[in-house]
């Protein structure tokens, strides 16, 4: 039986992998909303769409740095351990970039019909390898955070943040068009919060104040709100808002995981999320020009469905993920997933292996 201390832990835990699993959710949401279903709309109902696309757009500012929050925070031990102990973890996690990089290279040579970003050409490929601008930006952001947190572990961590601060702050004002790359510098800051601030997430999802996740929720409406009549740049406003929007995003993850009956799934989805996250877009892809989503095409469109579409396709997309990645698994394919093991003969300590299960780990797993 875990003590009281342990079962707090275990709560922590609880919620961090529900938060991973609510943003691995909702980047789906949002690729099923604005990738395709925008394709699928009829004209008359195009105010359903605009509206999916407006909920999408709100919630950016949580999205995506709560993800890279809650990475930081799983990975704040590893960021102290010896270069040798974590170089495996990290080049796991290039591997598979590399990897997932080529094979939706291979796949978008085939779908040409949802928008997205894509592998024109060789040279194409070969930027993309060194500053990311696919959909697949998050695994390379992680490589990269893991290595720059790490590096400057060692020094305070004022300074560090705050200039993880100004380089988002220039990102979201330069000039540079892809939104990606873009996304790339924004992020970092997130990341660096959870790695080198463990001790603030904790006690931020720890608060018991009463009324205050009300009064960030309010905050980060009217914010919205307002920020949305000044015409400012989307990383600024994803900048501006994080500020409401991430403490607000813990204090619902503690919430759901004491109360919400979905919780258990979307914490069992929040140990997964590498699966969804590369294999999302091919099975909507598939999905797309199976005429399965939905079955007969935009004029079967009603209104009830309209409203509902999203919602039903982002279940629909990743389960099917998880059900293809189980599959891959299955067939042998498992190293897409995971940077195969080279047997290595046996160290002396304590009989283990110098290649042990947990060596393949990915930083996104930390």
């Excluded at 992998?17 to 690729?31: E, F």
């Excluded at 094979?103 to 592998?119: D, G, K, Q, S, Y």
């Excluded at 790490?150 to 560090?160: F, H, R």
């Amino acid at each position: 039986m875990p003590s009281p201390t342990e079962q707090q832990s275990l709560a922590r835990v609880g919620w961090a992998d529900l938060a991973k699993g609510a943003s691995i959710v909702l980047v789906v949401l949002h690729h099923a909303t604005t990738k395709q279903y925008d394709l699928l709309v009829p004209s008359h109902l195009s105010a359903i769409a605009d509206s999916w696309t407006a909920v999408s757009r709100a919630l950016k500012p949580v999205r995506m740095p709560l993800f890279f929050l809650v990475s930081g925070f799983f990975a704040s031990r590893a960021i102290h351990q010896p270069w040798p102990m974590v170089a495996r973890r990290i080049a796991a996690s290039g591997y598979l970039y590399v990897v997932w990089l080529l094979l939706t290279a291979a796949f978008t040579l085939w779908e040409r019909e949802l928008p997205m970003n894509r592998v024109q050409d060789l040279e194409e490929l070969g930027l993309d390898l060194l500053f990311a601008s696919t959909g697949l930006w998050f695994l390379y952001a992680l490589v990269v955070y893991f290595v720059l947190t790490k590096a400057t572990a060692t020094l305070p961590a004022a300074p560090v943040l705050s200039a993880a601060t100004a380089l988002a702050v220039a990102a979201v004002l330069s000039p540079i068009e892809e939104v990606n790359r873009v996304s790339v510098l924004l992020h970092l800051v997130f990341f660096m919060v959870g790695a080198r601030l463990p001790g603030v997430v904790r006690a931020t999802a720890s608060s018991t104040r009463p009324g205050i996740l009300t009064a960030l929720v309010l905050g980060f409406v009217g914010t919205t709100a307002l920020l949305a009549t000044l015409g400012l740049p989307s990383g600024a406003r994803v900048l501006v808002l994080s500020v409401l929007g991430l403490p607000a995003g813990v204090l619902l993850s503690v919430r759901a995981a004491r109360t919400a009956r979905i919780a258990p799934a979307l914490s069992w989805v929040g140990r997964r999320t590498l699966p969804v996250y590369v294999l999302h877009i091919p099975v909507l892809g598939v999905l797309h020009h199976l005429g399965l989503s939905p079955a007969m095409g935009p004029e079967a469109l009603d209104l009830p469905l309209a409203v509902l579409y999203p919602l039903l396709v982002t279940a629909l997309v990743t389960a099917g993920s998880l059900l293809a990645h189980a599959a891959l698994v299955r067939v042998g394919l498992g190293a897409l997933f995971r940077l195969p093991r080279i047997p290595r003969p046996a160290t002396g300590l304590a009989g283990r292996s110098a290649d042990s299960p947990r060596d393949g780990r990915v930083i996104l797993d930390a």
